[in-house]
């Protein structure tokens, strides 16, 4: 059995231009934690349901598991890895080095958002693609948003919360 | 009750225990620098992946190897011929009952499949792709034998699941405490009941994963994706490869949770370090999500026949039944621990002085079955509450004053449970006051002396509230190590035998060690999870890496100090108990000069001086003598719609009183995580076998965990009353007590609901498809009496 040869892609990842030759049957959650080395990105059923490999694409958040690699030619790629770089507040002051989470991150982190964390790089770029599209969103907002990544951790209550909490602080500019 | 927030620094005027401190680990997980198995990648790294068995009963034809070895990047492909020189069979770690030594699997199947998953080769490519592409050629043939395929089955014994002619029964015990005949026989009030939990498993989000090398000039292997109980398994390990213990090391990374079922010894386990040393290359292999669920353990599958004698006024005399309990197509290292915990946890935290209980321990043809967070607790809690609730019914007794009658009280501690498990002493609830935290859950639903009464909501639903109590154990033996050691620049190393899956023990346990010795928090480095790190380890089940294991880091961080100090004083002249240590500096008891500090030990140590590594470096151990009991009550509160059979849950409420709290945000997401996945598995998680054999949901969309939007108002209250005296900290577990009453509590509730309908649940899962199929059947029958 032969496959089908490799081919060039091109895309943009945490900011950085990218190129690669890739089987045209590798996702781009393999391409990214295997080629670029950029673990952050999990992989908790390979079928879509778990949400554990949501990375952003073009803004989006989109399941690697489901992309090809080739898919995501030309696309605008970020991961866990780069996401507090993208935070409206704290963006340039991470990209400085100067610091190493972003707001969400942070409520995360202080509302024990998070246990053995394999989800939440997963939920972390679900929620910063929903903040980016609703500002202020209500509880139930939050928790449909979510309702496609699982956790089997926290019980989702303290995720919800956190996302609100950075909300708020996001709104306030703080 | 708002829920906590991290406190971002301790407070260094308090004791660190105690405090809500935010967690050492979460930078590295928020920002993708986590690693875990599948993160770790090693030069020249070769894939495994396992060929498994598509029948759940048959005959081992033949094993057609050649395609796949043909296949490109293919470098091995292992059968059972191939192992069969050095493999042992999975061993029974816990739980032992009488004749369980007859049904052991061995890492690939002989000549014999026992059920859907049972891996039969494994192929080792240079890919994961090449090597999944390939196991797709390797032939199996397998003539298909008859199957069990269900408890029913098992009981029936149309079919055996190992040597023909027998029946399915891996073992059968009896236990009993008082005089249940003579209760029975005087009892005003009997009643008896058949209760059903279904089969489930954990399902951590990070599947099962390992990567093993061999180093063959150092004579060395190292296993990378270990978890839970690594010393054990690295003894069986060792030898089972005839290399000496110390060769051999496992290595925990960072663990995507366990609940129980990760890091147990399963065939994998054997093979992929045996392909390493094989090959002369390392190995690694990531379970995918299909395989999981199908060769990863099961659990919960029980069925209990239960009878309750009371007085006419409620007083619960006697408790007797029998439970039957699958173990799946072999007995694995977890042995027969669910059935057996689930008949002793029977009579939970009441006092019923007369019990029998009879525990068959069943083989199916299906996944074998090991623990889940609160084995045998979370299905005996249901049969009993379910049961308490039809008796308090039965009597005309409001059923939170039912259980009010029968809890132990405070002044009947501790209280002898005499001997309910036949591979454990007699045991004793340590401390507690069983019914304050009833009243605590009473107080916190605003239920005053009852609970608020059932009703209907504007949209028509069924609503109520159920209740439900339970005691939990923690702290199991035998023992856990800690090692400490200071560094040069007087930061702390602490090492310890316990692994984690998540929980947060690098804060924890620093926490711990902070108290003893007066340093900060953040002076500690805390290691865990590497065979090399302690002399002996024990590592992380039974709700035990705190009471256990922080018990450990206590003794040794006392002992470091106590050394330290004893040197200083030898070195100036003055008796040990003239030095005291305080932040970190020694000095004479009334004040002075400062005779030394933990850096300049360490750095001494460091420099290879003597004493100072004799004082520095230091290995202590703490024994269970007993083990801990938590306790509490559970509350839910349900709307039931009639007709769909939907089931809101409009509020979920777990009181616990767990002792001391080392770190009460960490004990707080332990209770809501905790009870989220049991309220999960009281309505969604369900393992479907067919009459076959085939397990039908294989995906996670088809096995249904909760998600944000199931159980949003969950709440938690954590109880500090009554302490431990079984360890130095006085703490009792806290990982356990959240899930073991869920499916109790809201199945009284859901019952309660529908009641009036002429409903009697017994049964879990609670979906909407066994609900509506209980409401047809009520409405064809004619309604109770009102």
Redesign the interface.
């Known amino acids: ?1 032969s496959l089908p040869a490799a081919r060039p892609i091109r895309l943009r990842v945490n900011g950085e231009t990218v190129e690669g030759q890739v ?1 045209p ?1 590798l996702t781009l959650a393999d391409f990214l ?1 295997e080629h670029l ?11 879509g ?2 949400g ?1 490999c949501t990375v952003l694409v073009d803004g989006r958040s989109v399941r690697g598991c489901l992309m090809l690699a080739l898919q995501a030619d030309g696309a605008e790629v970020v ?3 780069g996401i ?1 770089a993208r935070c409206p507040v704290r963006g340039e002051a991470v990209a400085r080095g100067e610091a ?2 972003s707001i969400l ?1 942070e409520s ?5 958002a ?8 997963g939920m ?1 770029a679900t929620a910063h693609a929903l903040l980016a599209e609703n500002p202020a969103p209500s ?2 907002e ?3 948003g ?16 956190a996302i609100l909490d950075a909300a708020q602080r996001l709104r306030e500019g703080a | 009750m708002s829920d906590p927030r991290a406190q971002a620094r301790p407070d260094p005027t308090r004791p660190a225990i105690g405090q809500p401190l935010a967690r050492v680990e979460d930078e590295r997980f928020l920002t993708g620098a986590a690693r875990f198995v599948d993160d770790w990648v090693l030069p020249d790294l070769l894939h495994a992946v396992v060929v498994r068995s598509p029948h759940a009963s048959g005959r081992l034809r033949s094993l057609e190897t050649s395609q796949a070895r043909a296949m490109p990047g293919v470098v091995a492909v292992y059968a059972w011929a191939d192992i069969a020189a050095c493999a042992r069979t999975i061993p029974v770690r816990l739980a032992p009952l009488p004749g369980f030594d007859r049904f052991l699997q061995a890492p690939l199947a002989q000549d014999c499949v026992r059920y859907v998953g049972e891996p039969v080769a494994m192929v080792v490519a240079t890919s994961r792709a090449l090597a999944e592409d390939a196991a797709e050629r390797v032939e199996v043939d397998i003539d298909p034998g008859p199957v069990v395929a269900s408890l029913a089955d098992a009981l029936a014994a149309r079919a055996s699941v190992h040597e023909a002619g027998t029946d399915n029964v891996a073992s059968r015990y009896t236990v009993s405490r008082g005089d249940p005949a003579s209760a029975f026989a005087a009892a005003a009030y009997r009643r008896r009941e058949t209760f059903r939990c279904h089969r489930q498993t954990a399902l951590p989000l990070e599947t099962r994963g390992l990567v093993a090398r061999h180093d063959p000039v150092a004579g060395r292997l190292q296993v990378w994706g270990a978890s839970k109980v690594t010393f054990f398994n690295r003894r069986w390990l060792a030898a089972a490869l005839d290399m000496p213990e110390s060769s051999v090391e496992l290595i925990e990374l960072d663990v995507g949770g366990s609940f129980g079922v990760r890091g147990e010894l399963y065939p994998e386990d054997f093979l992929v370090p045996f392909a390493a040393r094989q090959l002369g290359r390392p190995v690694k292999w990531i379970e995918d999500r299909r395989e999981h669920l199908i060769a990863t353990n099961h659990s919960r599958e029980i069925e209990c026949e239960l009878e309750i004698a009371c007085t006419a006024q409620g007083e619960v005399l006697g408790l007797r039944g029998r439970v039957l309990g699958d173990l799946g197509a072999y007995v694995r290292t977890n042995g027969g621990v669910v059935p057996a915990k689930a008949a002793q946890f029977l009579p939970g935290p009441y006092r019923i002085p007369n019990c029998e209980f009879e525990v068959v321990a069943l083989l199916t043809h299906r996944t074998p079955v090991g623990t889940y967070r609160g084995p045998g607790r979370y299905e005996a809690n249901f049969f009993r509450e379910r049961l308490l609730d039809l008796a308090a019914r039965d009597l005309g007794i409001d059923p939170v004053e039912l259980r009010r009658r029968n809890l132990i009280g405070p002044d009947e501690m501790p209280f002898d449970c005499g001997v309910l498990c036949p591979y454990e002493p007699a045991t004793q609830y340590d401390t507690g006051d069983y019914p304050m935290a009833l009243e605590r859950a009473l107080d916190a639903v605003g239920g005053g002396r009852a609970l608020p009464a059932p009703g209907r909501d504007e949209r028509g639903r069924l609503t109520a509230f159920g209740v439900a109590c339970f005691v939990e154990s923690s702290g199991a033996g035998p023992a856990e190590n800690a090692r400490l050691r200071v560094l040069p620049d007087g930061r702390i190393e602490v090492g310890t035998g316990c692994s984690t899956m998540g929980q947060g023990h690098e804060t924890v346990l620093a926490q711990i060690a902070s108290d003893a010795m007066g340093l900060p928090v953040d002076r500690f480095v805390v290691h865990h999870g590497s065979t090399t790190l302690v002399e002996h380890g024990y590592g992380t089940y039974h709700s035990r890496a705190v009471v256990v294991g922080g018990s450990a880091v206590d003794l040794a961080a006392r002992k470091l100090v106590a050394r330290c100090a004893a040197l200083l004083a030898q070195r100036s002249g003055l008796e040990p108990s003239m030095v005291d240590c305080r932040e970190g500096r020694f000095m004479h008891r009334t004040g002075g000069a400062v005779l030394g500090t933990f850096a300049q030990l360490g750095a001494e140590a460091a420099a290879g001086d003597a004493e100072a590594i004799a004082a520095t470096q230091v290995e202590d151990r703490f024994e269970v003598r007993k083990r801990t009991y938590t306790y509490g009550t559970h509350v839910a509160e349900v709307a039931v719609d009639p007709e769909t059979a939907e089931v809101e849950v409009l509020r979920h409420l777990a009181v616990e009183d767990i002792g001391r709290a080392v770190n009460p945000l960490l004990v707080h997401g332990q209770a809501i995580g905790a009870a989220v996945q049991g309220l999960s598995a009281a309505f969604l998680d369900e393992l479907v076998y067919d009459a076959a054999g085939q397990l039908l949901t294989g995906t996670l969309a088809d096995y249904r965990v909760a998600t944000a939007d199931g159980f949003p108002r969950v709440e938690a209250i954590t109880l500090e009353e009554h302490r431990s005296p079984h360890n130095p900290l006085g703490v009792k577990g806290a990982g356990e007590g959240g899930i073991v009453a869920t499916a109790a509590a809201v199945a009284n509730a859901v019952a309660t609901a529908l009641a009036p309908l002429g409903v009697t649940l017994t049964e879990l899962p609670l979906s909407p498809e066994r609900l509506a199929r209980a409401l047809r059947a009520a409405r064809a029958s004619p309604p109770p009496p009102a």
């Open positions: 059995m089987e049957r934690r080395r950029l673990t952050g990105t999990h992989l908790g059923c390979e079928h349901v778990c554990a991961t866990i890895e507090a190493t989470l991150q995360f982190r202080d509302l024990h998070l246990q053995c964390g394999f989800c939440t790089p972390v509880a139930e939050v928790r449909l979510i309702s496609g990544n699982l956790c089997r951790c926290t019980g989702y209550v303290p995720i919800v919360e």
